[in-house]
């Protein structure tokens, strides 16, 4: 195992068609509400579907991408659906959790050859995707994804586990202050404030990280000895019901650089479920080797709704 699954696999650690688990609707507005439906649309028709000429129904003409190596626009996304496809024919996109938050929508998916139940090395993985709309359409997109290993050091698979529930906005704007102090304690090593942020009995998803807080320590304490200057920064905070996402950019010190860690660092969604105002469970989605440049003039963390958390 390289340093930089070791190091980084882990940190950044309708509804019954598609797979979604299901979702409450006490706490989400007419226009999440909306927005969700649009996206569903998009992975139904589009992604799973390979119905190709309902995409301009879901997206934008001019929609802005953030992958370093799509253009913008519709072309865009058609290049994301034959990628995927290139080597699997058949791989088709199996949601599993969206959170919607204004006027953004993130995607928790599956990729697996179609009637794959159990994917393990198939050229299977799991992707983050963000998504902004307006007026109806998709106008914006950032997405990472990463390959579903053979084995899990926890025995969790990356997709699986969890159960939605509606909270009330007030529970949201609190569990998203949980959230930035648990990346306040990351940066500051803080190892002690874990235990007001995160439950004894975390379940952890990330293939290199173990069940329990005491585990979660452990990783970190050989996280941050092999890379003492690992920062986190916090780009997107999104809530939805007990559902917490981060969009994150971890970056290493200039003396970090020959431990294997790419140069511009990794991108990262954290997706963090909430029980009682701590985090109970985790998943995330990481990429590695981000390129300083890209097609479409973007940055992989510019665009609407930067959080200006340091």
Not at 1 to 21: S, W
Not at 164 to 178: D, F, G, H, L, R
Not at 248 to 274: C, K, L, P, Q, S
Not at 287 to 309: E, H, K, R
């Amino acid at each position: 195992m390289t340093h930089r699954q070791t190091a980084m696999g882990l940190i950044a650690g309708p509804v019954l068609a598609l797979g979604f688990a299901a979702t409450g609707t006490a706490d989400i507005t007419d226009q999440e509400r909306a927005n969700k439906t649009v996206v569903e649309g998009l992975y139904a028709d589009f992604y799973s579907g390979k119905n190709v000429e309902k995409l301009s129904d879901y997206v934008a003409d001019d929609v802005a991408q953030h992958h370093s190596s799509l253009p913008n626009g519709l072309a865009g996304f058609q290049a994301h659906f034959d990628g995927y496809r290139e080597g699997s024919p058949d791989m088709v996109a199996d949601p599993q959790r969206m959170v919607a938050d204004g006027d953004l929508v993130f995607v928790h998916s599956r990729w697996a050859p179609e009637g794959e139940e159990n994917p393990r090395y198939k050229g299977s993985f799991v992707s983050g995707d963000l998504y902004r709309l307006q007026d109806g359409k998709i106008v914006e997109r950032w997405g990472h994804n990463q390959p579903i290993p053979e084995t899990t050091l926890n025995g969790n698979t990356m997709y699986g586990g969890g159960t939605y529930q509606a909270t009330s906005p007030a529970e949201e704007a609190a569990n998203k202050k949980v959230i930035l102090s648990y990346f306040e304690a990351f940066n500051a090593r803080d190892l002690d404030a874990f235990d007001d942020y995160v439950v004894q009995d975390w379940i952890a998803h990330s293939p290199v990280e173990n069940n329990t807080l005491p585990a979660l320590k452990e990783f970190f304490v050989g996280l941050f000895d092999q890379l003492p200057g690992l920062h986190a920064d916090v780009k997107r905070v999104i809530a939805d019901g007990n559902y917490v996402v981060t969009h994150v950019h971890y970056t290493v010190a200039e003396d970090d650089i020959g431990n294997d860690f790419a140069t511009e660092g990794g991108a990262t969604f954290d997706v963090f479920r909430m029980e009682n105002g701590k985090v109970a469970e985790h998943w995330d989605m990481t990429q590695f080797g981000l390129q300083p440049d890209s097609v479409n003039g973007n940055t992989m963390f510019d665009g609407f709704g930067v959080y200006n958390y340091k």
